[in-house]
């Protein structure tokens, strides 16, 4: 495609800048980077147009150029039509630097690798250190102009790349000395300077003679990328020079000067300071901000540098100069600000905030530097505003709030006089009649009367309640300045109902010490209203949000009254949201009475409806289930309508939520005892639940339906009781039990819950006879032993035993049952199984590896079981 | 240091959008720094058209008021500085530094060198203040001498090629933008050595410095027993040097006569070399005693080309120029006014003009006036509800003079009458307008002997002196009037 003309080009361009990503996402997009660079070339197209393109790409590089190959071609082409330019003056020169610059910087393309950055840095710093180009680069006219902007350029490069012009430093201070711009010149060198020790202190090393390197560091040979390469690591998130931030980040501690390095660094900063004076205002606080960060913390570098521009700066009406001066306070306290300075820094920083000259947008960051001033003694916490300990009333007098204000210079200032009535309270008792917390009162009742006017415009109700906010919060230890507060409140809603939505959300972001007086001051106000008002959705809408279960009787009779003149939807709504509320609350009796009144008395289906339900669910619910079941719906909060969400709230509240178990069941060391066996089951408890019911079945019918267990409440961390789980067997047999877990959870949704099964051993059935009469157990068992046949069966089999030998074995599983022991030869031992086996053993002379069992039991079944069981004994250790 | 983006916004309020984009500029290096340094906290800057959005909302500048948004109006949403949280895109975009003046909404977006959670205090970021001097500086130069639309479209389509003068990379390098138009357009201007770069050439021609003393004198008059009545003067000196040679030292010293009146809070040009320390600590927030400093004020200077305001200050002067009390008595639909006014008379006698003018708001229009005035006449404007008593050049010889009427007013009209949200039930105001050419109220002025040159040729000096009227308000004593802590320190 040929050039465009002149015509396509603004139009184009006025497309792209409506919207960029619209414009890229069109046809047109993907060409516009190529049409762009190629039509900087074209003859036809005027010189104001091309500016117009080159300005585009400063501002859009990455549309343009969307990747580092991209930008790197980009930026060579862009050096390419800066040499072709004929050798008359043009306009175009400086934009096509800041444009290559940018594409550069901006793609990521400036590294060692790119061939267009070793084109344009020597190019840039030649143009700025004013060496011999040859005439054919640039007029005579345009050399200082162009040499400014190549040491923006540098700059800009710097930045992004710290340690980039680190082989340079040398030659900028020489240049420094000479004649030329100072400002540019001045603000590389610091930018360079600070980066170069940053990223040295970094590498543990030293300024390396960079300081004193001489100007033929750079010239010929290729870029030193050394420092910058080591930047590149560094360039993230950084401490700017603030203590609060600051500490080890920075570590400029870590530098180690030689005393000549130290020597030469404070001659540059001496040399930069002394020039500083021909630099712009806000090229001056640039440097100083620089040469803070760059000192800060370096040892051996006492910061008395500064000093001689201190006072030329404290008579300023610069806001970035105060600014800097701030800066160098936090970066340097003590060591460069006394105590007296520091009260004089005070003094200029509260006369700002309040002179008449200044405009407000500065008035305002004066207050907050005063709130955050860089004290050199800090009492408080850090990182919370709070007047600094200098700052006494007497200083603070021009800086009270006053309804002349606006709204913001208002509230700043209001801040500033609550932290003073808190410290007016530390004080106490000193009588005086005109005190701030006076003063604060008066001002509130100004702004309440303000957003009391009927019709007037919300920001004034705004402002009124964001200062009540703003009081309630610096001064929630304060009865005396909220009780006055909270009753000032209720008559600005007696006066103007219509704010009920900004008392609902100062009620919701205010603490308690606000809140619960506020709450019954306006209920008690809305109770008190005959409920046929124009402003009765004013007060349904309060109502909802303050009613609770105090003054039941005077909330249900306002809600009674107030029913008769619901008649459209939305009221009956916020009527019935009001009940909602009362439900939630747990108000019981006379709410009944009501919802079944407004069931019949409604007259729009969709109300009565409701108030049925409510009375159904108040009739059948317990009263924290009410609550939950009222409550928002935890799914789907965000749901505009109502009544969508309302019944999902029922839904979830109502209905049994199956979930993952909250808790493991474990089988337990088991005691053998009583007339049944039980399981000891052991809880984990993974969350906490309430009225939990263990629901279990036995599988085959081998035991008799076993009972549910209930427990109240289990939380995690707590000790837990072992679970007591009787059985009742109908057969002698292990089994497994299917456990169901059902339970309420914190939010009082309940849920259902599969726990992994739990097995029954044979040996859990075990139970022991009673003990026979001391002298007769031979007796006993022979007794047992005879009479298991002939209706049972006998066997022999070998137990083996481990190198505990039998005594060991049997004391460990087989204690309870022993009926004659005649140890460490002889046990006999009688097992009952229940319902009604029993299996006896008789274990004699015992072998090194093993003993022979004689077995007898009157349950043929019951044999597998036993063989399984004792040949299994060894092996459980 | 340096700022993400720029833009101008006209707001433009009933429209549909509230406000167009008039200028922006993005800088996309900063930007990537920005991505970096903010990390996980990174919020893009966004397009103009969600931005003005955006903005406008947070600026309460779009119209709809109606209704309570909490994101709006919310008690706990309270900003306390011009700097915001601009919600784009599910993000907030912060820092947003923006102020509206004269319809005219000046924003840009600081870069931020470190990660924005948590937030770091304002304090501490150097780009804040950057970007105000920024906005200030551009604000200065398209209300120059601007007073046309075409005039300002003129100003606005320079911008563009102005900032890439100025702020070619978004760190700004001088705000005052009028220097950097001046530089362009002499693009030969050849630099001297050691030329300081808030002045981009030199003077040629016959040496002659202009000083000139504006004051304005701000008051508050209740006629209480418990208020005290407050008043304040503000001044600012106003240089032009037009010197030869390319650092040419000056020296201006103010004076008082030997009643006159402490200057105090004192704040200078940045081209003010040194200061007295005596300058530096007289200020407002002490006491008065009779050792204040009370000057000569000096000032060595290296003046810059262009005409500057060397000094700003304030003074307690030790009476209002003019006394008043003003009552407003409710009968019916009626209002009873009665107005006293007094020349001090330590005070020059020769207004340029002087007015003062009586508004009633939250009321109707006024359908009918009777007074009578002891001087100078009455205009009423009807619609606007406004009496202006035009006083005229000098007060009577007795220097006091009255005024007494009665005012029906029609029904309000919400749309038509102005509504005022401190004038409310009896509460009222009248405010004086004046101006005295010639004259201090401090007495402050500038001896043209004490000017001293030090450059080649003996220079032509001139010296103005006025005093202007500002917010010079005196309140119905039978009502309730807003007052500020100082007034209550009796």
Partial sequence: MGPLGRETWAQRLGTFRASPSAFMAGPEGEDLGRDLLSDLRSEKLSEPMKVALLALSLEYPDQLWPDAPAAE??????????????????????????????????????????????????????????????????????????????????????????????????????LLGREGPAQPLSLLLALAL??????????????????????SSMEGGPWNWMLAEEGEVHLQPQAPSWPAAEEDECGLAALELSPEEARELRATVAQLLDASYLLTPVAQAQLLWLLGWALRGLRGQPPVLFKPQLVRLLGTAQLTLLHAMLALKAAFGEALFTAQDEALLLRRLT?????????????????????????????????????????????????????????????????????????????????????????????????????????????????????????????????????????????????????????????????????????????QEVASRPGREEALRWHLQMLASVADGDAQSATLSFLRAAAAHCTDWGLQQALLRVCRALLRAGVGGGLADLLQELARQLEDPDGQDHARLYYILLAHLAGPKLGVALGPSLAAPALASSLVAENQGFAAALMVQEAPAPIRLSVGPRRAEGAVPVLR???????????????????????????????????????????????????????RLAVRALYSTPSGLTCHAHL?????????????????????????????????????????????????????????????????????????????????????????????????????????????????????????? | MAQRAVWLISH????????????????????????????????????????????????????????????????????????????????????????????????????????????PPLISISGISQGFELLFGVQDFLSSGQKTDSELNTKLSQLSDLLLQTCPFGTLLDANLQNSLDSI???????????????????????????????????????????????????????????????????????????GSPLQDILVHPCVTSLDSAILTSSSIDAMDDSAFSGPYKFPLTPPLESFNLC????????????????????????????????????????????????????????????????????????????????????????????SGTITFGAKNHEKQPFDQICIGGTAYLKLHFRILDYTLTGCYVDQHSVQVFASGKPKISTYRKLISSDYYIWNSKAPAPVTYGSLLL
């Fill in chain 1, 73 to 174: 071609a980009a930026a060579t082409s862009l050096l390419d039509t800066l040499v072709l330019l004929p050798p008359r003056p043009s306009a175009l020169r400086r934009p096509l630097l800041l444009a290559a610059t940018t594409a550069l910087a901006a793609g990521g393309a400036l590294n060692p690798a790119s061939g267009a950055s070793g084109r344009l840095l020597p190019l840039l710093l030649g143009l700025a250190s004013g060496r011999d180009l040859g005439r054919s680069f640039c007029p005579a006219s345009e050399q200082r102009p162009l040499q400014a902007t190549a040491w923006e350029c540098l700059r800009e490069l710097e930045s992004c790349r710290p340690g980039l012009l680190g082989g340079c430093l040398g030659l900028l201070r020489a």
């Fill in chain 1, 194 to 215: 600070r980066n170069a020790l940053v990223i040295q202190a970094r590498a543990g090393a030293g300024l390396q003679g960079l300081l004193t390197a001489g100007e």
């Fill in chain 1, 351 to 523: 006369l700002a905030a309040q002179h008449p000259a200044l405009p407000l947008p500065t008035h305002l960051f004066y207050l907050h530097c005063l709130l955050n001033f860089p004290e050199n003694w800090p009492l408080g916490p850090t990182g919370e505003e709070a007047a600094p300990l200098l700052l006494g009333s007497q200083l603070c007098r021009g800086l009270l709030p006053s309804l002349l204000h606006e709204p913001m210079a208002l509230l700043a200032r209001l801040h500033l006089l609550c932290l003073l009535c808190v410290e007016d309270e530390e004080k106490e008792g000193k009588g005086q009649d005109r005190s701030p917390r006076h003063y604060l009162e008066e001002l509130l009742a100004g702004l309440r009367q303000r957003a009391a006017l009927d019709g007037g415009p919300r920001a004034l109700a705004t402002l009124c309640f964001q200062a009540s906010y703003l009081v309630a919060h610096c001064l929630a230890g304060q009865p005396v300045v909220l009780i006055p507060l909270t009753q000032g409140l209720a008559q600005l809603y007696r006066a103007r109902p219509a704010l009920a939505p900004h008392f609902v959300d100062l009620l919701d972001h205010v603490g308690p010490e606000l809140q619960e007086p506020l709450r019954v001051a306006l209920r």
């Fill in chain 1, 681 to 735: 089951l052991q809880v984990e408890v993974l969350e906490p639940v309430y009225s939990l019911e263990l629901r279990f079945r036995v599988e085959g019918q081998l035991y008799a339906p076993l009972g549910a267990v209930h427990v109240p409440c289990l939380c995690p961390g707590r000790p837990t009781r072992p679970l007591l789980l009787p059985l009742q067997p109908r057969r002698p047999a292990p089994a």
């Fill in chain 1, 756 to 877: 992994p099964p739990l097995l029954v051993a044979f040996a859990d059935l075990f139970l022991p006879f009673p003990q026979p009469p001391e002298g007769a157990q031979l007796d006993f068992f022979e007794e047992l032993w005879d009479s298991c046949l002939p209706k049972g069966t006998e066997s022999r089999l070998w137990c083996p035993l481990g190198p505990e030998g039998l005594e060991a074995l049997v004391s460990r599983h087989l204690e309870p049952f022993v009926v004659v022991a005649q140890p460490p030869v002889s046990y006999l031992v009688a097992i009952r199984l229940p319902p009604d086996s029993r299996l006896l053993l008789r274990l004699e002379a015992a072998q090194a590896d093993g003993v022979p069992v004689a077995l007898r039991t009157d349950d043929w079944a019951v044999l597998p079981l036993a063989g399984d069981y004792l040949r299994g004994l060894s092996a459980a250790g």
């Fill in chain 2, 12 to 119: 433009e309020s009933g429209t549909p959008l509230g406000g167009i984009v008039k200028f922006s500029r993005r800088y996309p290096t900063v930007e990537k720094r920005a991505k970096v340094f903010n990390g996980a906290s990174y919020v893009p800057v966004p397009e103009d058209g969600p931005f003005l959005k955006a903005l406008l909302f947070e600026l309460r500048l779009l119209d709809d008021e109606k209704d309570f948004l909490e994101s709006r109006d919310s008690c706990s949403h309270i900003n306390k500085t011009s700097i915001y949280g601009v919600p784009v895109g599910g993000e907030e975009l912060w820092p947003v530094v923006a102020f509206l003046k004269n319809g005219m909404i000046y924003a840009c977006v600081p870069l931020v060198e470190q990660t924005l959670s948590p937030r």
């Fill in chain 2, 185 to 259: 357009n002499s693009a030969s201007v050849t630099h001297l050595q050691k030329q300081p770069a808030w002045k981009t050439g030199t003077y040629k021609g016959k040496p002659q410095v202009s000083i000139s003393i504006t004051e304005k004198v701000n008051s508050m008059q209740y006629d209480k027993q418990e208020i005290a009545d407050t008043w304040q003067v503000v001044g600012v000196v106003t240089c032009k040097c037009d010197l030869e040679g390319s650092m040419p030292n000056v020296t201006i010293s103010l004076s008082l006569p030997t009643n």
């Fill in chain 2, 312 to 403: 700003y200050y304030t003074s307690q002067v030790p009476v209002p120029p003019i006394l008043g009390f003003y009552q407003v008595k409710e009968e019916e639909v009626q209002l009873k006014i009665t107005v006293n006014l007094k020349l001090h008379e330590s005070v020059k006698n020769s207004f340029e003009f002087c007015e003062a003018h009586i508004p009633f708001y939250n009321r109707g229009p006024i359908t009918h006036v009777e007074y009578k005035a002891s001087f100078g006449q009455l205009e009423v404007f009807r619609e606007k509800s406004l009496l202006v008593w035009i006083i005229g050049q000098k007060f009577p010889k007795s220097m006091e003079i009255s005024l």
